[in-house]
């Protein structure tokens, strides 16, 4: 691949990295983006930085980011073929301006409508919502949740929140 060739990818090709449905987006989503030349390495982010919530808006090696709405959005991991990004809780429901720019060479703007809440839940290959028990065992046939279990259900889409009334549940 050349480092010349802008990124290509289209509006059709991004997805909820949940569901892999396009047009699925909302604050807080999780979104992956396919395509060809959409970064010069293979790369994701350290897991410390996750907990530290310390995700970087810069690609090392590249300088490749991601715009939405004229704004760098975190990045998860990318690669020539994939990128997957957070949406940024505070970007406002519309429809919004998507650009890759790798090493200052700039992929098209195509739009992505976000919706208040756009709810996905990842699966498992079974086809399981993807969830575990609090000991940290899959939610799965051999290991079933029972009435009355709590369980740790994963998804995306689930919108904007408030840290203070989140906070308030706990």
């Known amino acids: 691949q050349s480092l010349l060739l802008p990124p290509e990818y289209s509006s059709a090709s991004i997805v ?6 396009p047009s699925r987006f909302a604050p807080n989503s999780i979104v ?7 970064s010069s390495l ?17 690609l090392p090696g590249d300088r490749g980011f991601l715009h939405l709405s004229n704004v760098p959005m975190p990045l998860f991991f990318a690669s020539p073929t994939q990128i ?4 940024s809780r505070d970007l406002r429901p519309g429809t919004r301006p998507l650009q890759v720019i790798r ?9 992505l409508t976000i919706s208040p809440e756009a709810p996905e839940f990842f699966r498992m290959p079974d086809g399981f919502a993807a969830a575990t028990h609090p000991d940290g065992r899959t939610v799965n046939a051999e ?5 009355g279990d709590i369980i740790v259900v994963y998804g995306t889409g689930f919108g904007a929140f408030n840290q203070q009334e ?5």
């Open 103 to 111: 090493d200052l060479v700039r992929g098209p703007t195509v739009s």
């Open 42 to 58: 293979t790369w994701s982010v350290p897991g410390a930085s996750l907990f530290l919530g310390a995700i970087p808006t810069i």
């Open 166 to 170: 989140f906070q308030g549940l706990s």
């Open 84 to 87: 997957n990004f957070l949406i």
């Open 32 to 38: 992956t983006i396919y395509g060809v030349n959409l």
């Open 16 to 21: 909820n990295a949940a569901s892999q449905r």
């Open 143 to 147: 290991n079933p949740a029972r009435p």
